[in-house]
């Protein structure tokens, strides 16, 4: 049983921000998911990737294996963290200066890219998330110390806390304004350090809450298949997952707020504001 089809299960969940609320995680009001409305939420998560002036994305070849067939194929990246995408750039600027110089970084979020993965399953490209560098390090620091091996790490790491005590454990929450109600939400962070900050400013009033508090990681993409069964039916037990990019892209969104066109394979189309 994975990670989180246990701690769904688990007694009870604690508030890390608002009001300190305990109560099962499975009686809180809770509406359906299919499949859609999963893929609906990475709207929320920003990625980055390379294309020439026209919005078309850059492609690059698939490396080749010593002694295996040619592969045609061609890679797509698709980059959760800014600074990666900007050293992809820069390397595409020095290594192909004529096509370096019409390149750029834009921003759609996950579920555009989950969509160009879907309208070109059928073309010879491979589709790559890369994660930033300092989730990987922090992932591999926490799952190291619990003694899972190097090649066990996520390859798109995300981070939750757990609280309570003993037998009494579950998924933190945090409140949040919903069309101006208070909801209870359980977060997951593409970046450690901003759920630790999130920890060190409501210890201030709930100290016995996160004294408590663990963080862990694990899978973005099996959090998302946790959310729907196998037969594509609603979970309403993690009805209430929300995920929460890191800082680090929100600025640099906030300072590079030019508008760009939908990465695809052909042409882009309409431009549209990334969520």
């Known amino acids: 049983m994975s990670v989180f089809k246990s701690l769904v299960k688990l007694a009870a969940t604690a508030g890390v921000a608002g009001a300190i609320a305990v109560s099962p995680i499975f009686t809180l009001k809770?509406?359906?998911?299919?499949?859609?409305?999963?893929?609906?939420?990475?709207?929320?998560?920003?990625?980055?990737?390379?294309?020439?002036?026209?919005?078309?994305p850059l492609l690059g070849a698939v490396p080749q294996q010593p002694n295996a067939k040619p592969d045609e194929s061609q890679l797509l990246f698709f980059f959760l963290g800014p600074d990666e995408a900007q050293m992809m750039l820069t390397q595409v600027q020095k290594s192909n200066p004529e096509v370096g110089k019409k390149a750029q970084i834009i921003v759609r979020s996950m579920n555009d890219a989950y969509k160009v993965i879907r309208e070109n399953k059928d073309k010879k490209v491979v589709f790559q998330f890369i994660p930033s560098k300092a989730s990987v390090e922090s992932a591999r620091t926490i799952l190291t110390a619990q003694g899972v091996a190097a090649d066990k790490i996520p390859n798109v790491p995300v981070f939750f806390a757990i609280g309570g005590q003993a037998n009494n454990q579950g998924l933190l929450t945090m409140s949040i304004d919903q069309n101006g109600k208070k909801e209870q939400v359980v977060p997951f962070f593409l970046d450690k350090t901003d759920l630790q900050n999130l920890l060190d400013r409501a210890s201030k009033d709930q100290p016995d809450v996160t004294k408590a508090t663990k963080i862990q990681v694990a899978s973005l993409f099996q959090v998302l298949d946790s959310m729907v069964s196998k037969d594509n039916k609603p979970n309403p037990e993690v009805e209430r997952f929300q995920f929460v990019p890191s800082r680090t892209s929100f600025e640099y969104i906030l300072k590079n707020s030019k508008q760009s066109a939908t990465p695809q394979v052909a042409p882009a189309t309409t431009p549209a504001k990334p969520k």
């Open 30 to 56: 809770a509406e359906a998911l299919t499949e859609a409305q999963v893929l609906e939420r990475l709207g929320s998560i920003p990625i980055f990737t390379i294309t020439d002036d026209k919005g078309s």
